[in-house]
Nanobody
Framework: QVQLVESGGGVVQTGGSVTLSCAAS????????MGWFRQAPGKEREFVAA???????RYTDSVKGRFTISRDNAKNVVYLSMNSLKPEDTAVYYC?????????????????WGQGTQVTVSS
């Protein structure tokens, strides 16, 4: 069992930066693949980025070069650093954990979810 708590959301201007954190409790955090998803009003939850337990990363095309996912296994935390933010990045951002062997990009592949943190990019 893993509990996930996101933090770091807020209101930021277009072009600005923000870093989200996801603190995990429970055993064997280092063995989990971790992902970030987002959901904008009226839209489906979409994949943003993921980092495997062997620190392989994947990103959705719209955030490549702007967002960076990282993890600190000693602190049981995964981060999402977001730069050059755009209004279309506005969404609730969710952290998720997956026990699978391969990195996952689909929401249904993840076993545990946080409550989400709102990021609003003002134009």
């Amino acid at each position: 069992q893993v509990q996930l708590v996101e933090s770091g959301g807020g209101v930021v201007q277009t072009g600005g930066s923000v870093t989200l954190s996801c603190a995990a409790s429970g055993r064997a955090f280092s063995r989990y693949n971790m992902g970030w998803f987002r959901q904008a009003p009226g839209k489906e939850r979409e994949f943003v980025a993921a980092i495997s337990w062997i620190v392989y990363t994947r990103y959705t095309d719209s955030v490549k070069g702007r967002f960076t996912i990282s993890r600190d296994n000693a602190k049981n935390v995964v981060y999402l650093s977001m730069n050059s933010l755009k209004p279309e990045d506005t969404a609730v951002y969710y952290c998720a954990a997956d026990q699978g062997l391969a990195i996952a990009t689909r929401a249904y592949e993840y076993d545990y979810w946080g409550q989400g943190t709102q990021v609003t990019v003002s134009s």
